[in-house]
């Protein structure tokens, strides 16, 4: 396995999380009840710099990448046995480059194209009826809502056996996340924890075993809310775990990260909302330290029983 190989590796799972590690995606209001049969389109761009060197026993110096993240996806909510839920599909697709000295050499490479799919359940099951029409929305008040999200990664991005780095991971991933909300005049305080499992990719590198272990995470969001639905986020999260083994060997890139970051959302009218982001990773003992900020742009439409009324 050559240098650039591994290289490659540690910049592809970076780029496919998202300019995150995978447990510490800092999504804020996640649980926030939806009215059933509201639809979102979003499309968001982001772009990150810095260190994203995940095992540090590679002797790489002065590790910089520069990587460009563009998502498109389709949210809607619905009535789940009388409870709020939502339903979204994310497909990334990422282009980027990266310089580093070797052995006194510089380096450069760079790679571009379509990541995984991304399909996400999430269910409330406390504090978050589902609100069927509009007098319903106009007298729930949300106090302390809990809810369970689960999201798949489907291996549908492309992928070449005899090459790295790849957009697509050629493995299936499950990320299952418990949260928590509360809701005080206008703050809102949320908490959740993570766990992400990873099934084997079997065609590593021409028909080597690449395996994960579980990744932990918890996050948290302090909201404060303004007038015109405008809101301003203070987001954290911490990651550990995630060591891979190829062909059973156990590699060196047990991580322990921190995250933190900013959101700010702006409303333009009633259907149409901006999103801002800026996040910076630091690594505790091993993971990526870098700085990334990312703009998003959603779209809103209700159902006929919500239609112009909301």
Known sequence: MNRNRIIGWMVLVFLLTGLSSRSQELEPRSLLNVPVGTNFIITGY?????????????????????LHTFVAAYLRSFNLFGLSAKVDAVLPCGTGDWDYTFNGQDEYDKSDGFGDLRVRLSLNFLGAPAIKNSQEFKNYKQKTVAGYIFQLIIPTGTY????LPNLGSNRWGFKNQLGVSHTMNKWILEAYVALW?????????NGNELKQKPYFGVKSHLIRLFKKGMWLAADAGYG???TTEVNDVVLSTHMSTLRFGLTYALPLGDKHTLKFTAVSGVRIERGPDFDAFGISYQF??????LRNKI
Do not use: C, H
């Open 300 to 305: 809103r439409w209700f159902g006929k029983k």
């Open 46 to 66: 982001g772009y990150g710099q810095g260190n994203i060197m995940l095992d540090p026993s590679i002797p790489i110096e002065d590790f910089n990448a520069k």
């Open 197 to 205: 499992l990873f099934t084997a990719n079997n065609n590593y590198l």
């Open 240 to 242: 550990v775990g995630g």
């Open 160 to 163: 070449y056996s005899d090459q």
